[in-house]
């Protein structure tokens, strides 16, 4: 179908309209109508999702993710793009694996995904990988990370920063101070005490965010930073954005949701790093994301088989899905709460994550000649969550809470991918 109509949606500014699509692109928005018609009212129309941190664990780690699966959850949460994290087997630090895994994605063909490259060699810390080959390849690749670990090593770090301004780039930094996390299980506070876990402690990414927005300011260049956990966190992005250093931030959606006191189950579906913080750090990320200081919403989707989960809480693999209940706590944190409105959503799950990385066609205003990638949401619906849904994986850690919106219909250059809630077969 590339010639359709969507009747009476709900724009972000809560004015209605009708969609037209055509050719993969939007043709007309107003009171015209081509092609088929789909009924669209009571549902909120929006720019397609993008994902600035996702695990596909393709190639390598199949047995948890492909890029196939990760794109089809990827779709059902409203996304039309994501970043593909460099942690797989082989790391993503050259031109070729780098391109294979953006061939997966165009041969999946749910989501445009985009690679990004691995900073250091293998994951490292010891070598830069060859960040130019990366961004010359056919990936055309502008972010870089070494998530999972930590560019410790400052020297590495400026260069880095330097290198990466010569072609627009920005490192991605996972802000984990190694020495002060070694064995770490948990946030370490009151509960980690209590249960006799081992902690992970706010200054292990405190020092090294205030570390490397120091490092941005001094090379003149982009930093993001992954997934902030903490108030501390929040407190120096705040310094360094009015100070004018060139930092943006992310925030996962379980971070906005959940707290440390999950980890007295003892069930490691709730083990993740940065682990889960305190009530308190949940109120200053909340508020962070909704005044601008923190930029975007990204999943951190990490896909685990279940014997990586099912076994005590210290051999339990850190990391938990996230791509088909992100929109669903966006807005719970941004719509339900009457703190926020839905033009705040798009940027924090659509236009920011885009302009972030620089990936082209997407993140873009629902207008006339612009790219059809559009998430359709119903704003009203309840959905109970069971299982890990279209990802290969179950380690979702809101099993049976009840969580606000569903993404009924989804759209990616004109086609659908999801409609009525379930994915279109694609390829
Ligand atoms: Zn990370």
């Keep these: 179908m590339s010639n359709f109509t969507l009747i009476g949606a709900t724009l972000a500014d809560g004015s209605k309209a009708n969609i037209a699509v055509k050719d993969g692109l939007i043709v007309s928005i107003g009171t015209e109508t081509s092609g088929d018609s789909i009924d669209a009212s009571g549902l909120v129309a929006l720019p397609g999702f ?36 460099a942690n797989t087997h082989p790391v993503a630090d050259t031109a070729g694996v780098v391109e294979q895994v953006k061939a997966l994605g165009d041969e999946a063909g749910y989501v445009q995904v985009q690679p990004i490259g691995a900073v250091t060699v293998g994951l490292d810390g010891k070598q830069l990988a060859e960040l130019g080959a990366m961004a010359d390849s056919k990936a055309q690749v502008r972010v870089f990370s070494d998530d999972g670990k930590c560019v410790h090593d400052p020297l590495l770090m400026r260069r880095a920063l330097s290198y990466v301004k010569n072609f627009g780039g920005v490192i991605a930094q996972h802000a984990q101070e190694p020495r002060l996390t070694e064995n770490s299980q948990m ?14 402690p706010a200054v292990a990414e405190e020092s090294i ?9 001094a090379a003149g260049s982009r930093i993001h930073i992954c997934h902030l956990s903490t108030a501390g966190s929040v407190e120096i992005v705040r310094w360094a954005k009015a100070r004018g250093i060139k930092v943006t931030a992310e925030v996962t959606p379980h971070h906005l949701l959940l707290t440390d006191e999950l980890a007295r189950s003892y069930d490691p579906v709730f083990k993740v790093n ?5 009530q308190k750090d949940v109120t200053a990320l909340r508020e962070a994301l909704i005044d601008g200081t923190i930029d975007i919403v990204a999943t ?7 014997e990586s ?6 051999a339990a693999a850190f990391g938990m899905l996230g791509l088909e209940t992100a929109a669903s706590i966006a807005q719970s944190v941004l719509i339900d709460s009457g703190l926020s409105n839905w033009a705040r959503f798009v940027e924090v799950m659509s236009s920011a994550p885009a302009a972030i990385s620089g990936i082209p066609g997407q993140g873009r205003p629902l207008a006339v000649g612009e790219p059809a990638n559009i998430a359709l949401i119903d704003q009203s619906a309840k959905r109970v969550i069971h299982g890990g849904g279209a990802s290969k994986s179950d380690n979702q850690p809101y099993e049976g809470m009840t969580l606000p919106g569903a993404v009924v219909h989804t759209i990616f250059r004109g086609a659908f991918t999801v409609r009525d809630g379930k994915l279109v077969e694609r390829g």
């Excluded at 940065?274 to 305190?278: A, D, I, S, V």
């Excluded at 951190?300 to 279940?306: I, M, N, V």
């Design 187 to 200: 946030h370490e506070g009151a509960v980690s005490t209590e249960l006799g876990l081992a902690g992970w």
């Design 300 to 306: 951190d989707h990490a896909p685990h088989p279940d």
């Design 309 to 314: 989960k099912d076994c005590e809480w210290n």
């Design 274 to 278: 940065p682990p889960l913080r305190t």
């Design 209 to 217: 965010i205030a570390r490397d927005v120091l490092l941005a300011e």
């Design 50 to 85: 993008v994902d600035l941190h996702t695990h596909l664990r393709e190639p390598g780690f199949e047995q948890s993710e492909t890029v196939k699966t990760g794109s089809q959850a990827a779709a059902k949460g409203g996304y039309t793009a994501v970043h593909a994290m």
